[in-house]
């Protein structure tokens, strides 16, 4: 501990690592400390004993018989997917990381309408075939995508007229002539927005967030969406071992006492057990600045579900996304509901994990899942959690102190990596430029989504 470094690191949760690995592959001294004995933090993959000594402390005898063994689960605490052409997944290829971890496909992409769900098209007949549209709907929507696909900056012919940083997301689907239930399908099950206040702002963000959407589609097939085989835990366990290799050191079951700072109110180090380690920049999740951090006024509740089937109405696929919208279901947020199987390491055989998770509106947050539940079907179990959404007070370039945001409700990493590229930034003073390697047969490879 005694020793001087370049950067601290406290939280081993997937931003931390991230950042963590990125600054050893640049020459930085890295010590990498967390005071729980896993990685992981927030989001971390918890077996089956993890998980009932979390959300049910003192009560871990009440789990269900016949689930299996404790090491066949990996339950995620904050379940997201990768876009199959997101930041997240570029960084991994760009990092190397993609050599410790495997991934799975997953198999579909659903979308809750008019009391039932109906699968999101993933090519051309499935789309002609879609009941979320009628026919001449469904020629309308494919203008739009075909505008979308076809958008260049710098070729005004491709723009329709449209300026998309002055038009808003409601003027483009007036444009194309758009029902309200496809904008619906459109806004939340292809933008991934969470709620309609996009629909008042700059159409640039959602015309980019759809594209990022098809061709991470056009990629794979089925989803646009790829899964760690064993959970979430193992992204950041691949960024720590990138992080390793490079030389940065790792301490977990390390608490820490105090965060050092000198007479100049610049942070200094950290001391653990009597011991100080010195750098210049410090960087941590939440929990380690409780008076450094705010609450952003919103709640999410994640429900964990155990289920012995699969999901109804899901032609029986080993694994898919939901999304209820919000209008759907008279809410202001929308709803998520990431399903996995033991095809994918992260529960026993014949079972799914089906975990539910949105933004809380009421004093009754347990009521707001009813319409996720209504969807799965009996469950074996069923796990619950609440957590506040912190984010800091401050930027860090005054004490050398920057912390990253709480894991917002969203199905996808793209709010992370853009957490972990401001924070880059505002460190170093540069952007992140995350660039991919040239395609080669190995490359093809990063990414095994089966």
């Known amino acids: 501990m005694d020793e001087k470094y370049d950067v601290i690191v406290l939280g081993t949760g997937l931003t931390e ?7 050893s592959v640049e020459g930085k001294k890295v010590l990498h400390i967390d005071r729980q004995d896993h990685y992981g933090g927030e989001s971390a993959s918890l077996n089956l004993t993890q998980l009932y000594k979390k959300f049910r402390p003192g009560k871990e005898d009440t789990k269900p018989d016949g689930l299996g063994r404790d090491r066949d689960w990996n339950v995620d605490l904050i379940p997201k997917f990768l876009m199959a052409n ?8 760009h990092t190397n990381v993609t050599r410790y971890i495997d991934f799975k496909q997953i198999s579909g992409s659903f979308v809750f309408r008019s009391g039932k769900i109906a699968k999101v098209p993933s090519n051309r007949s499935e789309a002609i075939n879609s009941s979320l549209m009628g026919m001449f709907e469904k020629r309308r929507l494919a203008k739009f995508l075909e505008f979308v696909g076809g958008y260049k900056e710098d070729d005004l012919a491709t723009h329709q007229g449209l300026k998309l940083d002055t038009n808003t997301m409601s003027e483009v689907y007036l444009k194309f002539g758009l029902e309200t239930g496809t904008r619906d399908f459109v806004g939340h099950s292809m933008a991934l927005w969470t709620n309609d206040d996009y629909l008042k702002q700059p159409a640039r963000e959602t015309v980019e967030r759809i594209a990022l959407y098809l061709n991470s589609m056009a990629r794979y097939g089925k989803s646009p969406y790829i899964y760690p085989v064993y959970g979430l835990g193992e992204l950041p366990q691949g960024f720590a071992r990138l992080s390793a290799i490079y030389g940065g050191t790792f301490m977990l079951n390390k608490p820490v006492d105090e965060i050092v700072y000198g ?8 001391k653990s057990e009597g011991e100080v380690a010195s750098a210049p920049i410090v960087i941590g999740d939440p929990t380690y600045f409780p008076e450094k951090v705010k609450k952003t006024g919103q709640k999410v509740i994640r429900a964990m579900c155990i289920l012995d089937h699969p999901v109804p109405n899901t032609g029986n696929l080993d694994s898919v996304q939901i999304i209820i919208p919000q209008n759907q279901v008279q809410r202001k947020n929308d709803i998520y509901i990431a399903v996995m199987s033991s095809a994918h390491n992260v529960c026993a055989k ?25 969807l799965l079907g009996p469950r074996k179990e069923t796990l619950m959690g609440i957590a506040d959404i912190y984010e800091p007070i401050e930027d860090g370039t005054k004490d050398g102190v920057f912390i990253s945001k709480s894991y917002d409700s969203s199905s996808h990493f793209e709010s992370t990596t853009d957490d972990v590229k401001d924070i880059y930034f505002r460190l170093t003073g540069q952007p992140l430029v995350v660039k991919p390697r040239p395609e080669n047969e190995e490359d093809e490879s990063a990414i095994r989504a089966e």
């Not at 007479?263 to 950290?270: A, L, N, P, Q, S």
């Not at 933004?359 to 947050?365: F, L, S």
């Open 350 to 374: 014949d079972h799914y994990l089906a975990i539910v998770s949105t933004i809380i509106e009421t004093d009754k947050p347990h009521i707001e899942l009813e319409p996720a539940f209504n």
């Open 263 to 270: 007479e100049d109110g610049k942070v200094t180090g950290v």
């Open 86 to 93: 997101g930041e997240l997944s570029n960084i991994l290829v």
């Open 17 to 23: 690592c991230i950042l963590s690995g990125i600054l």
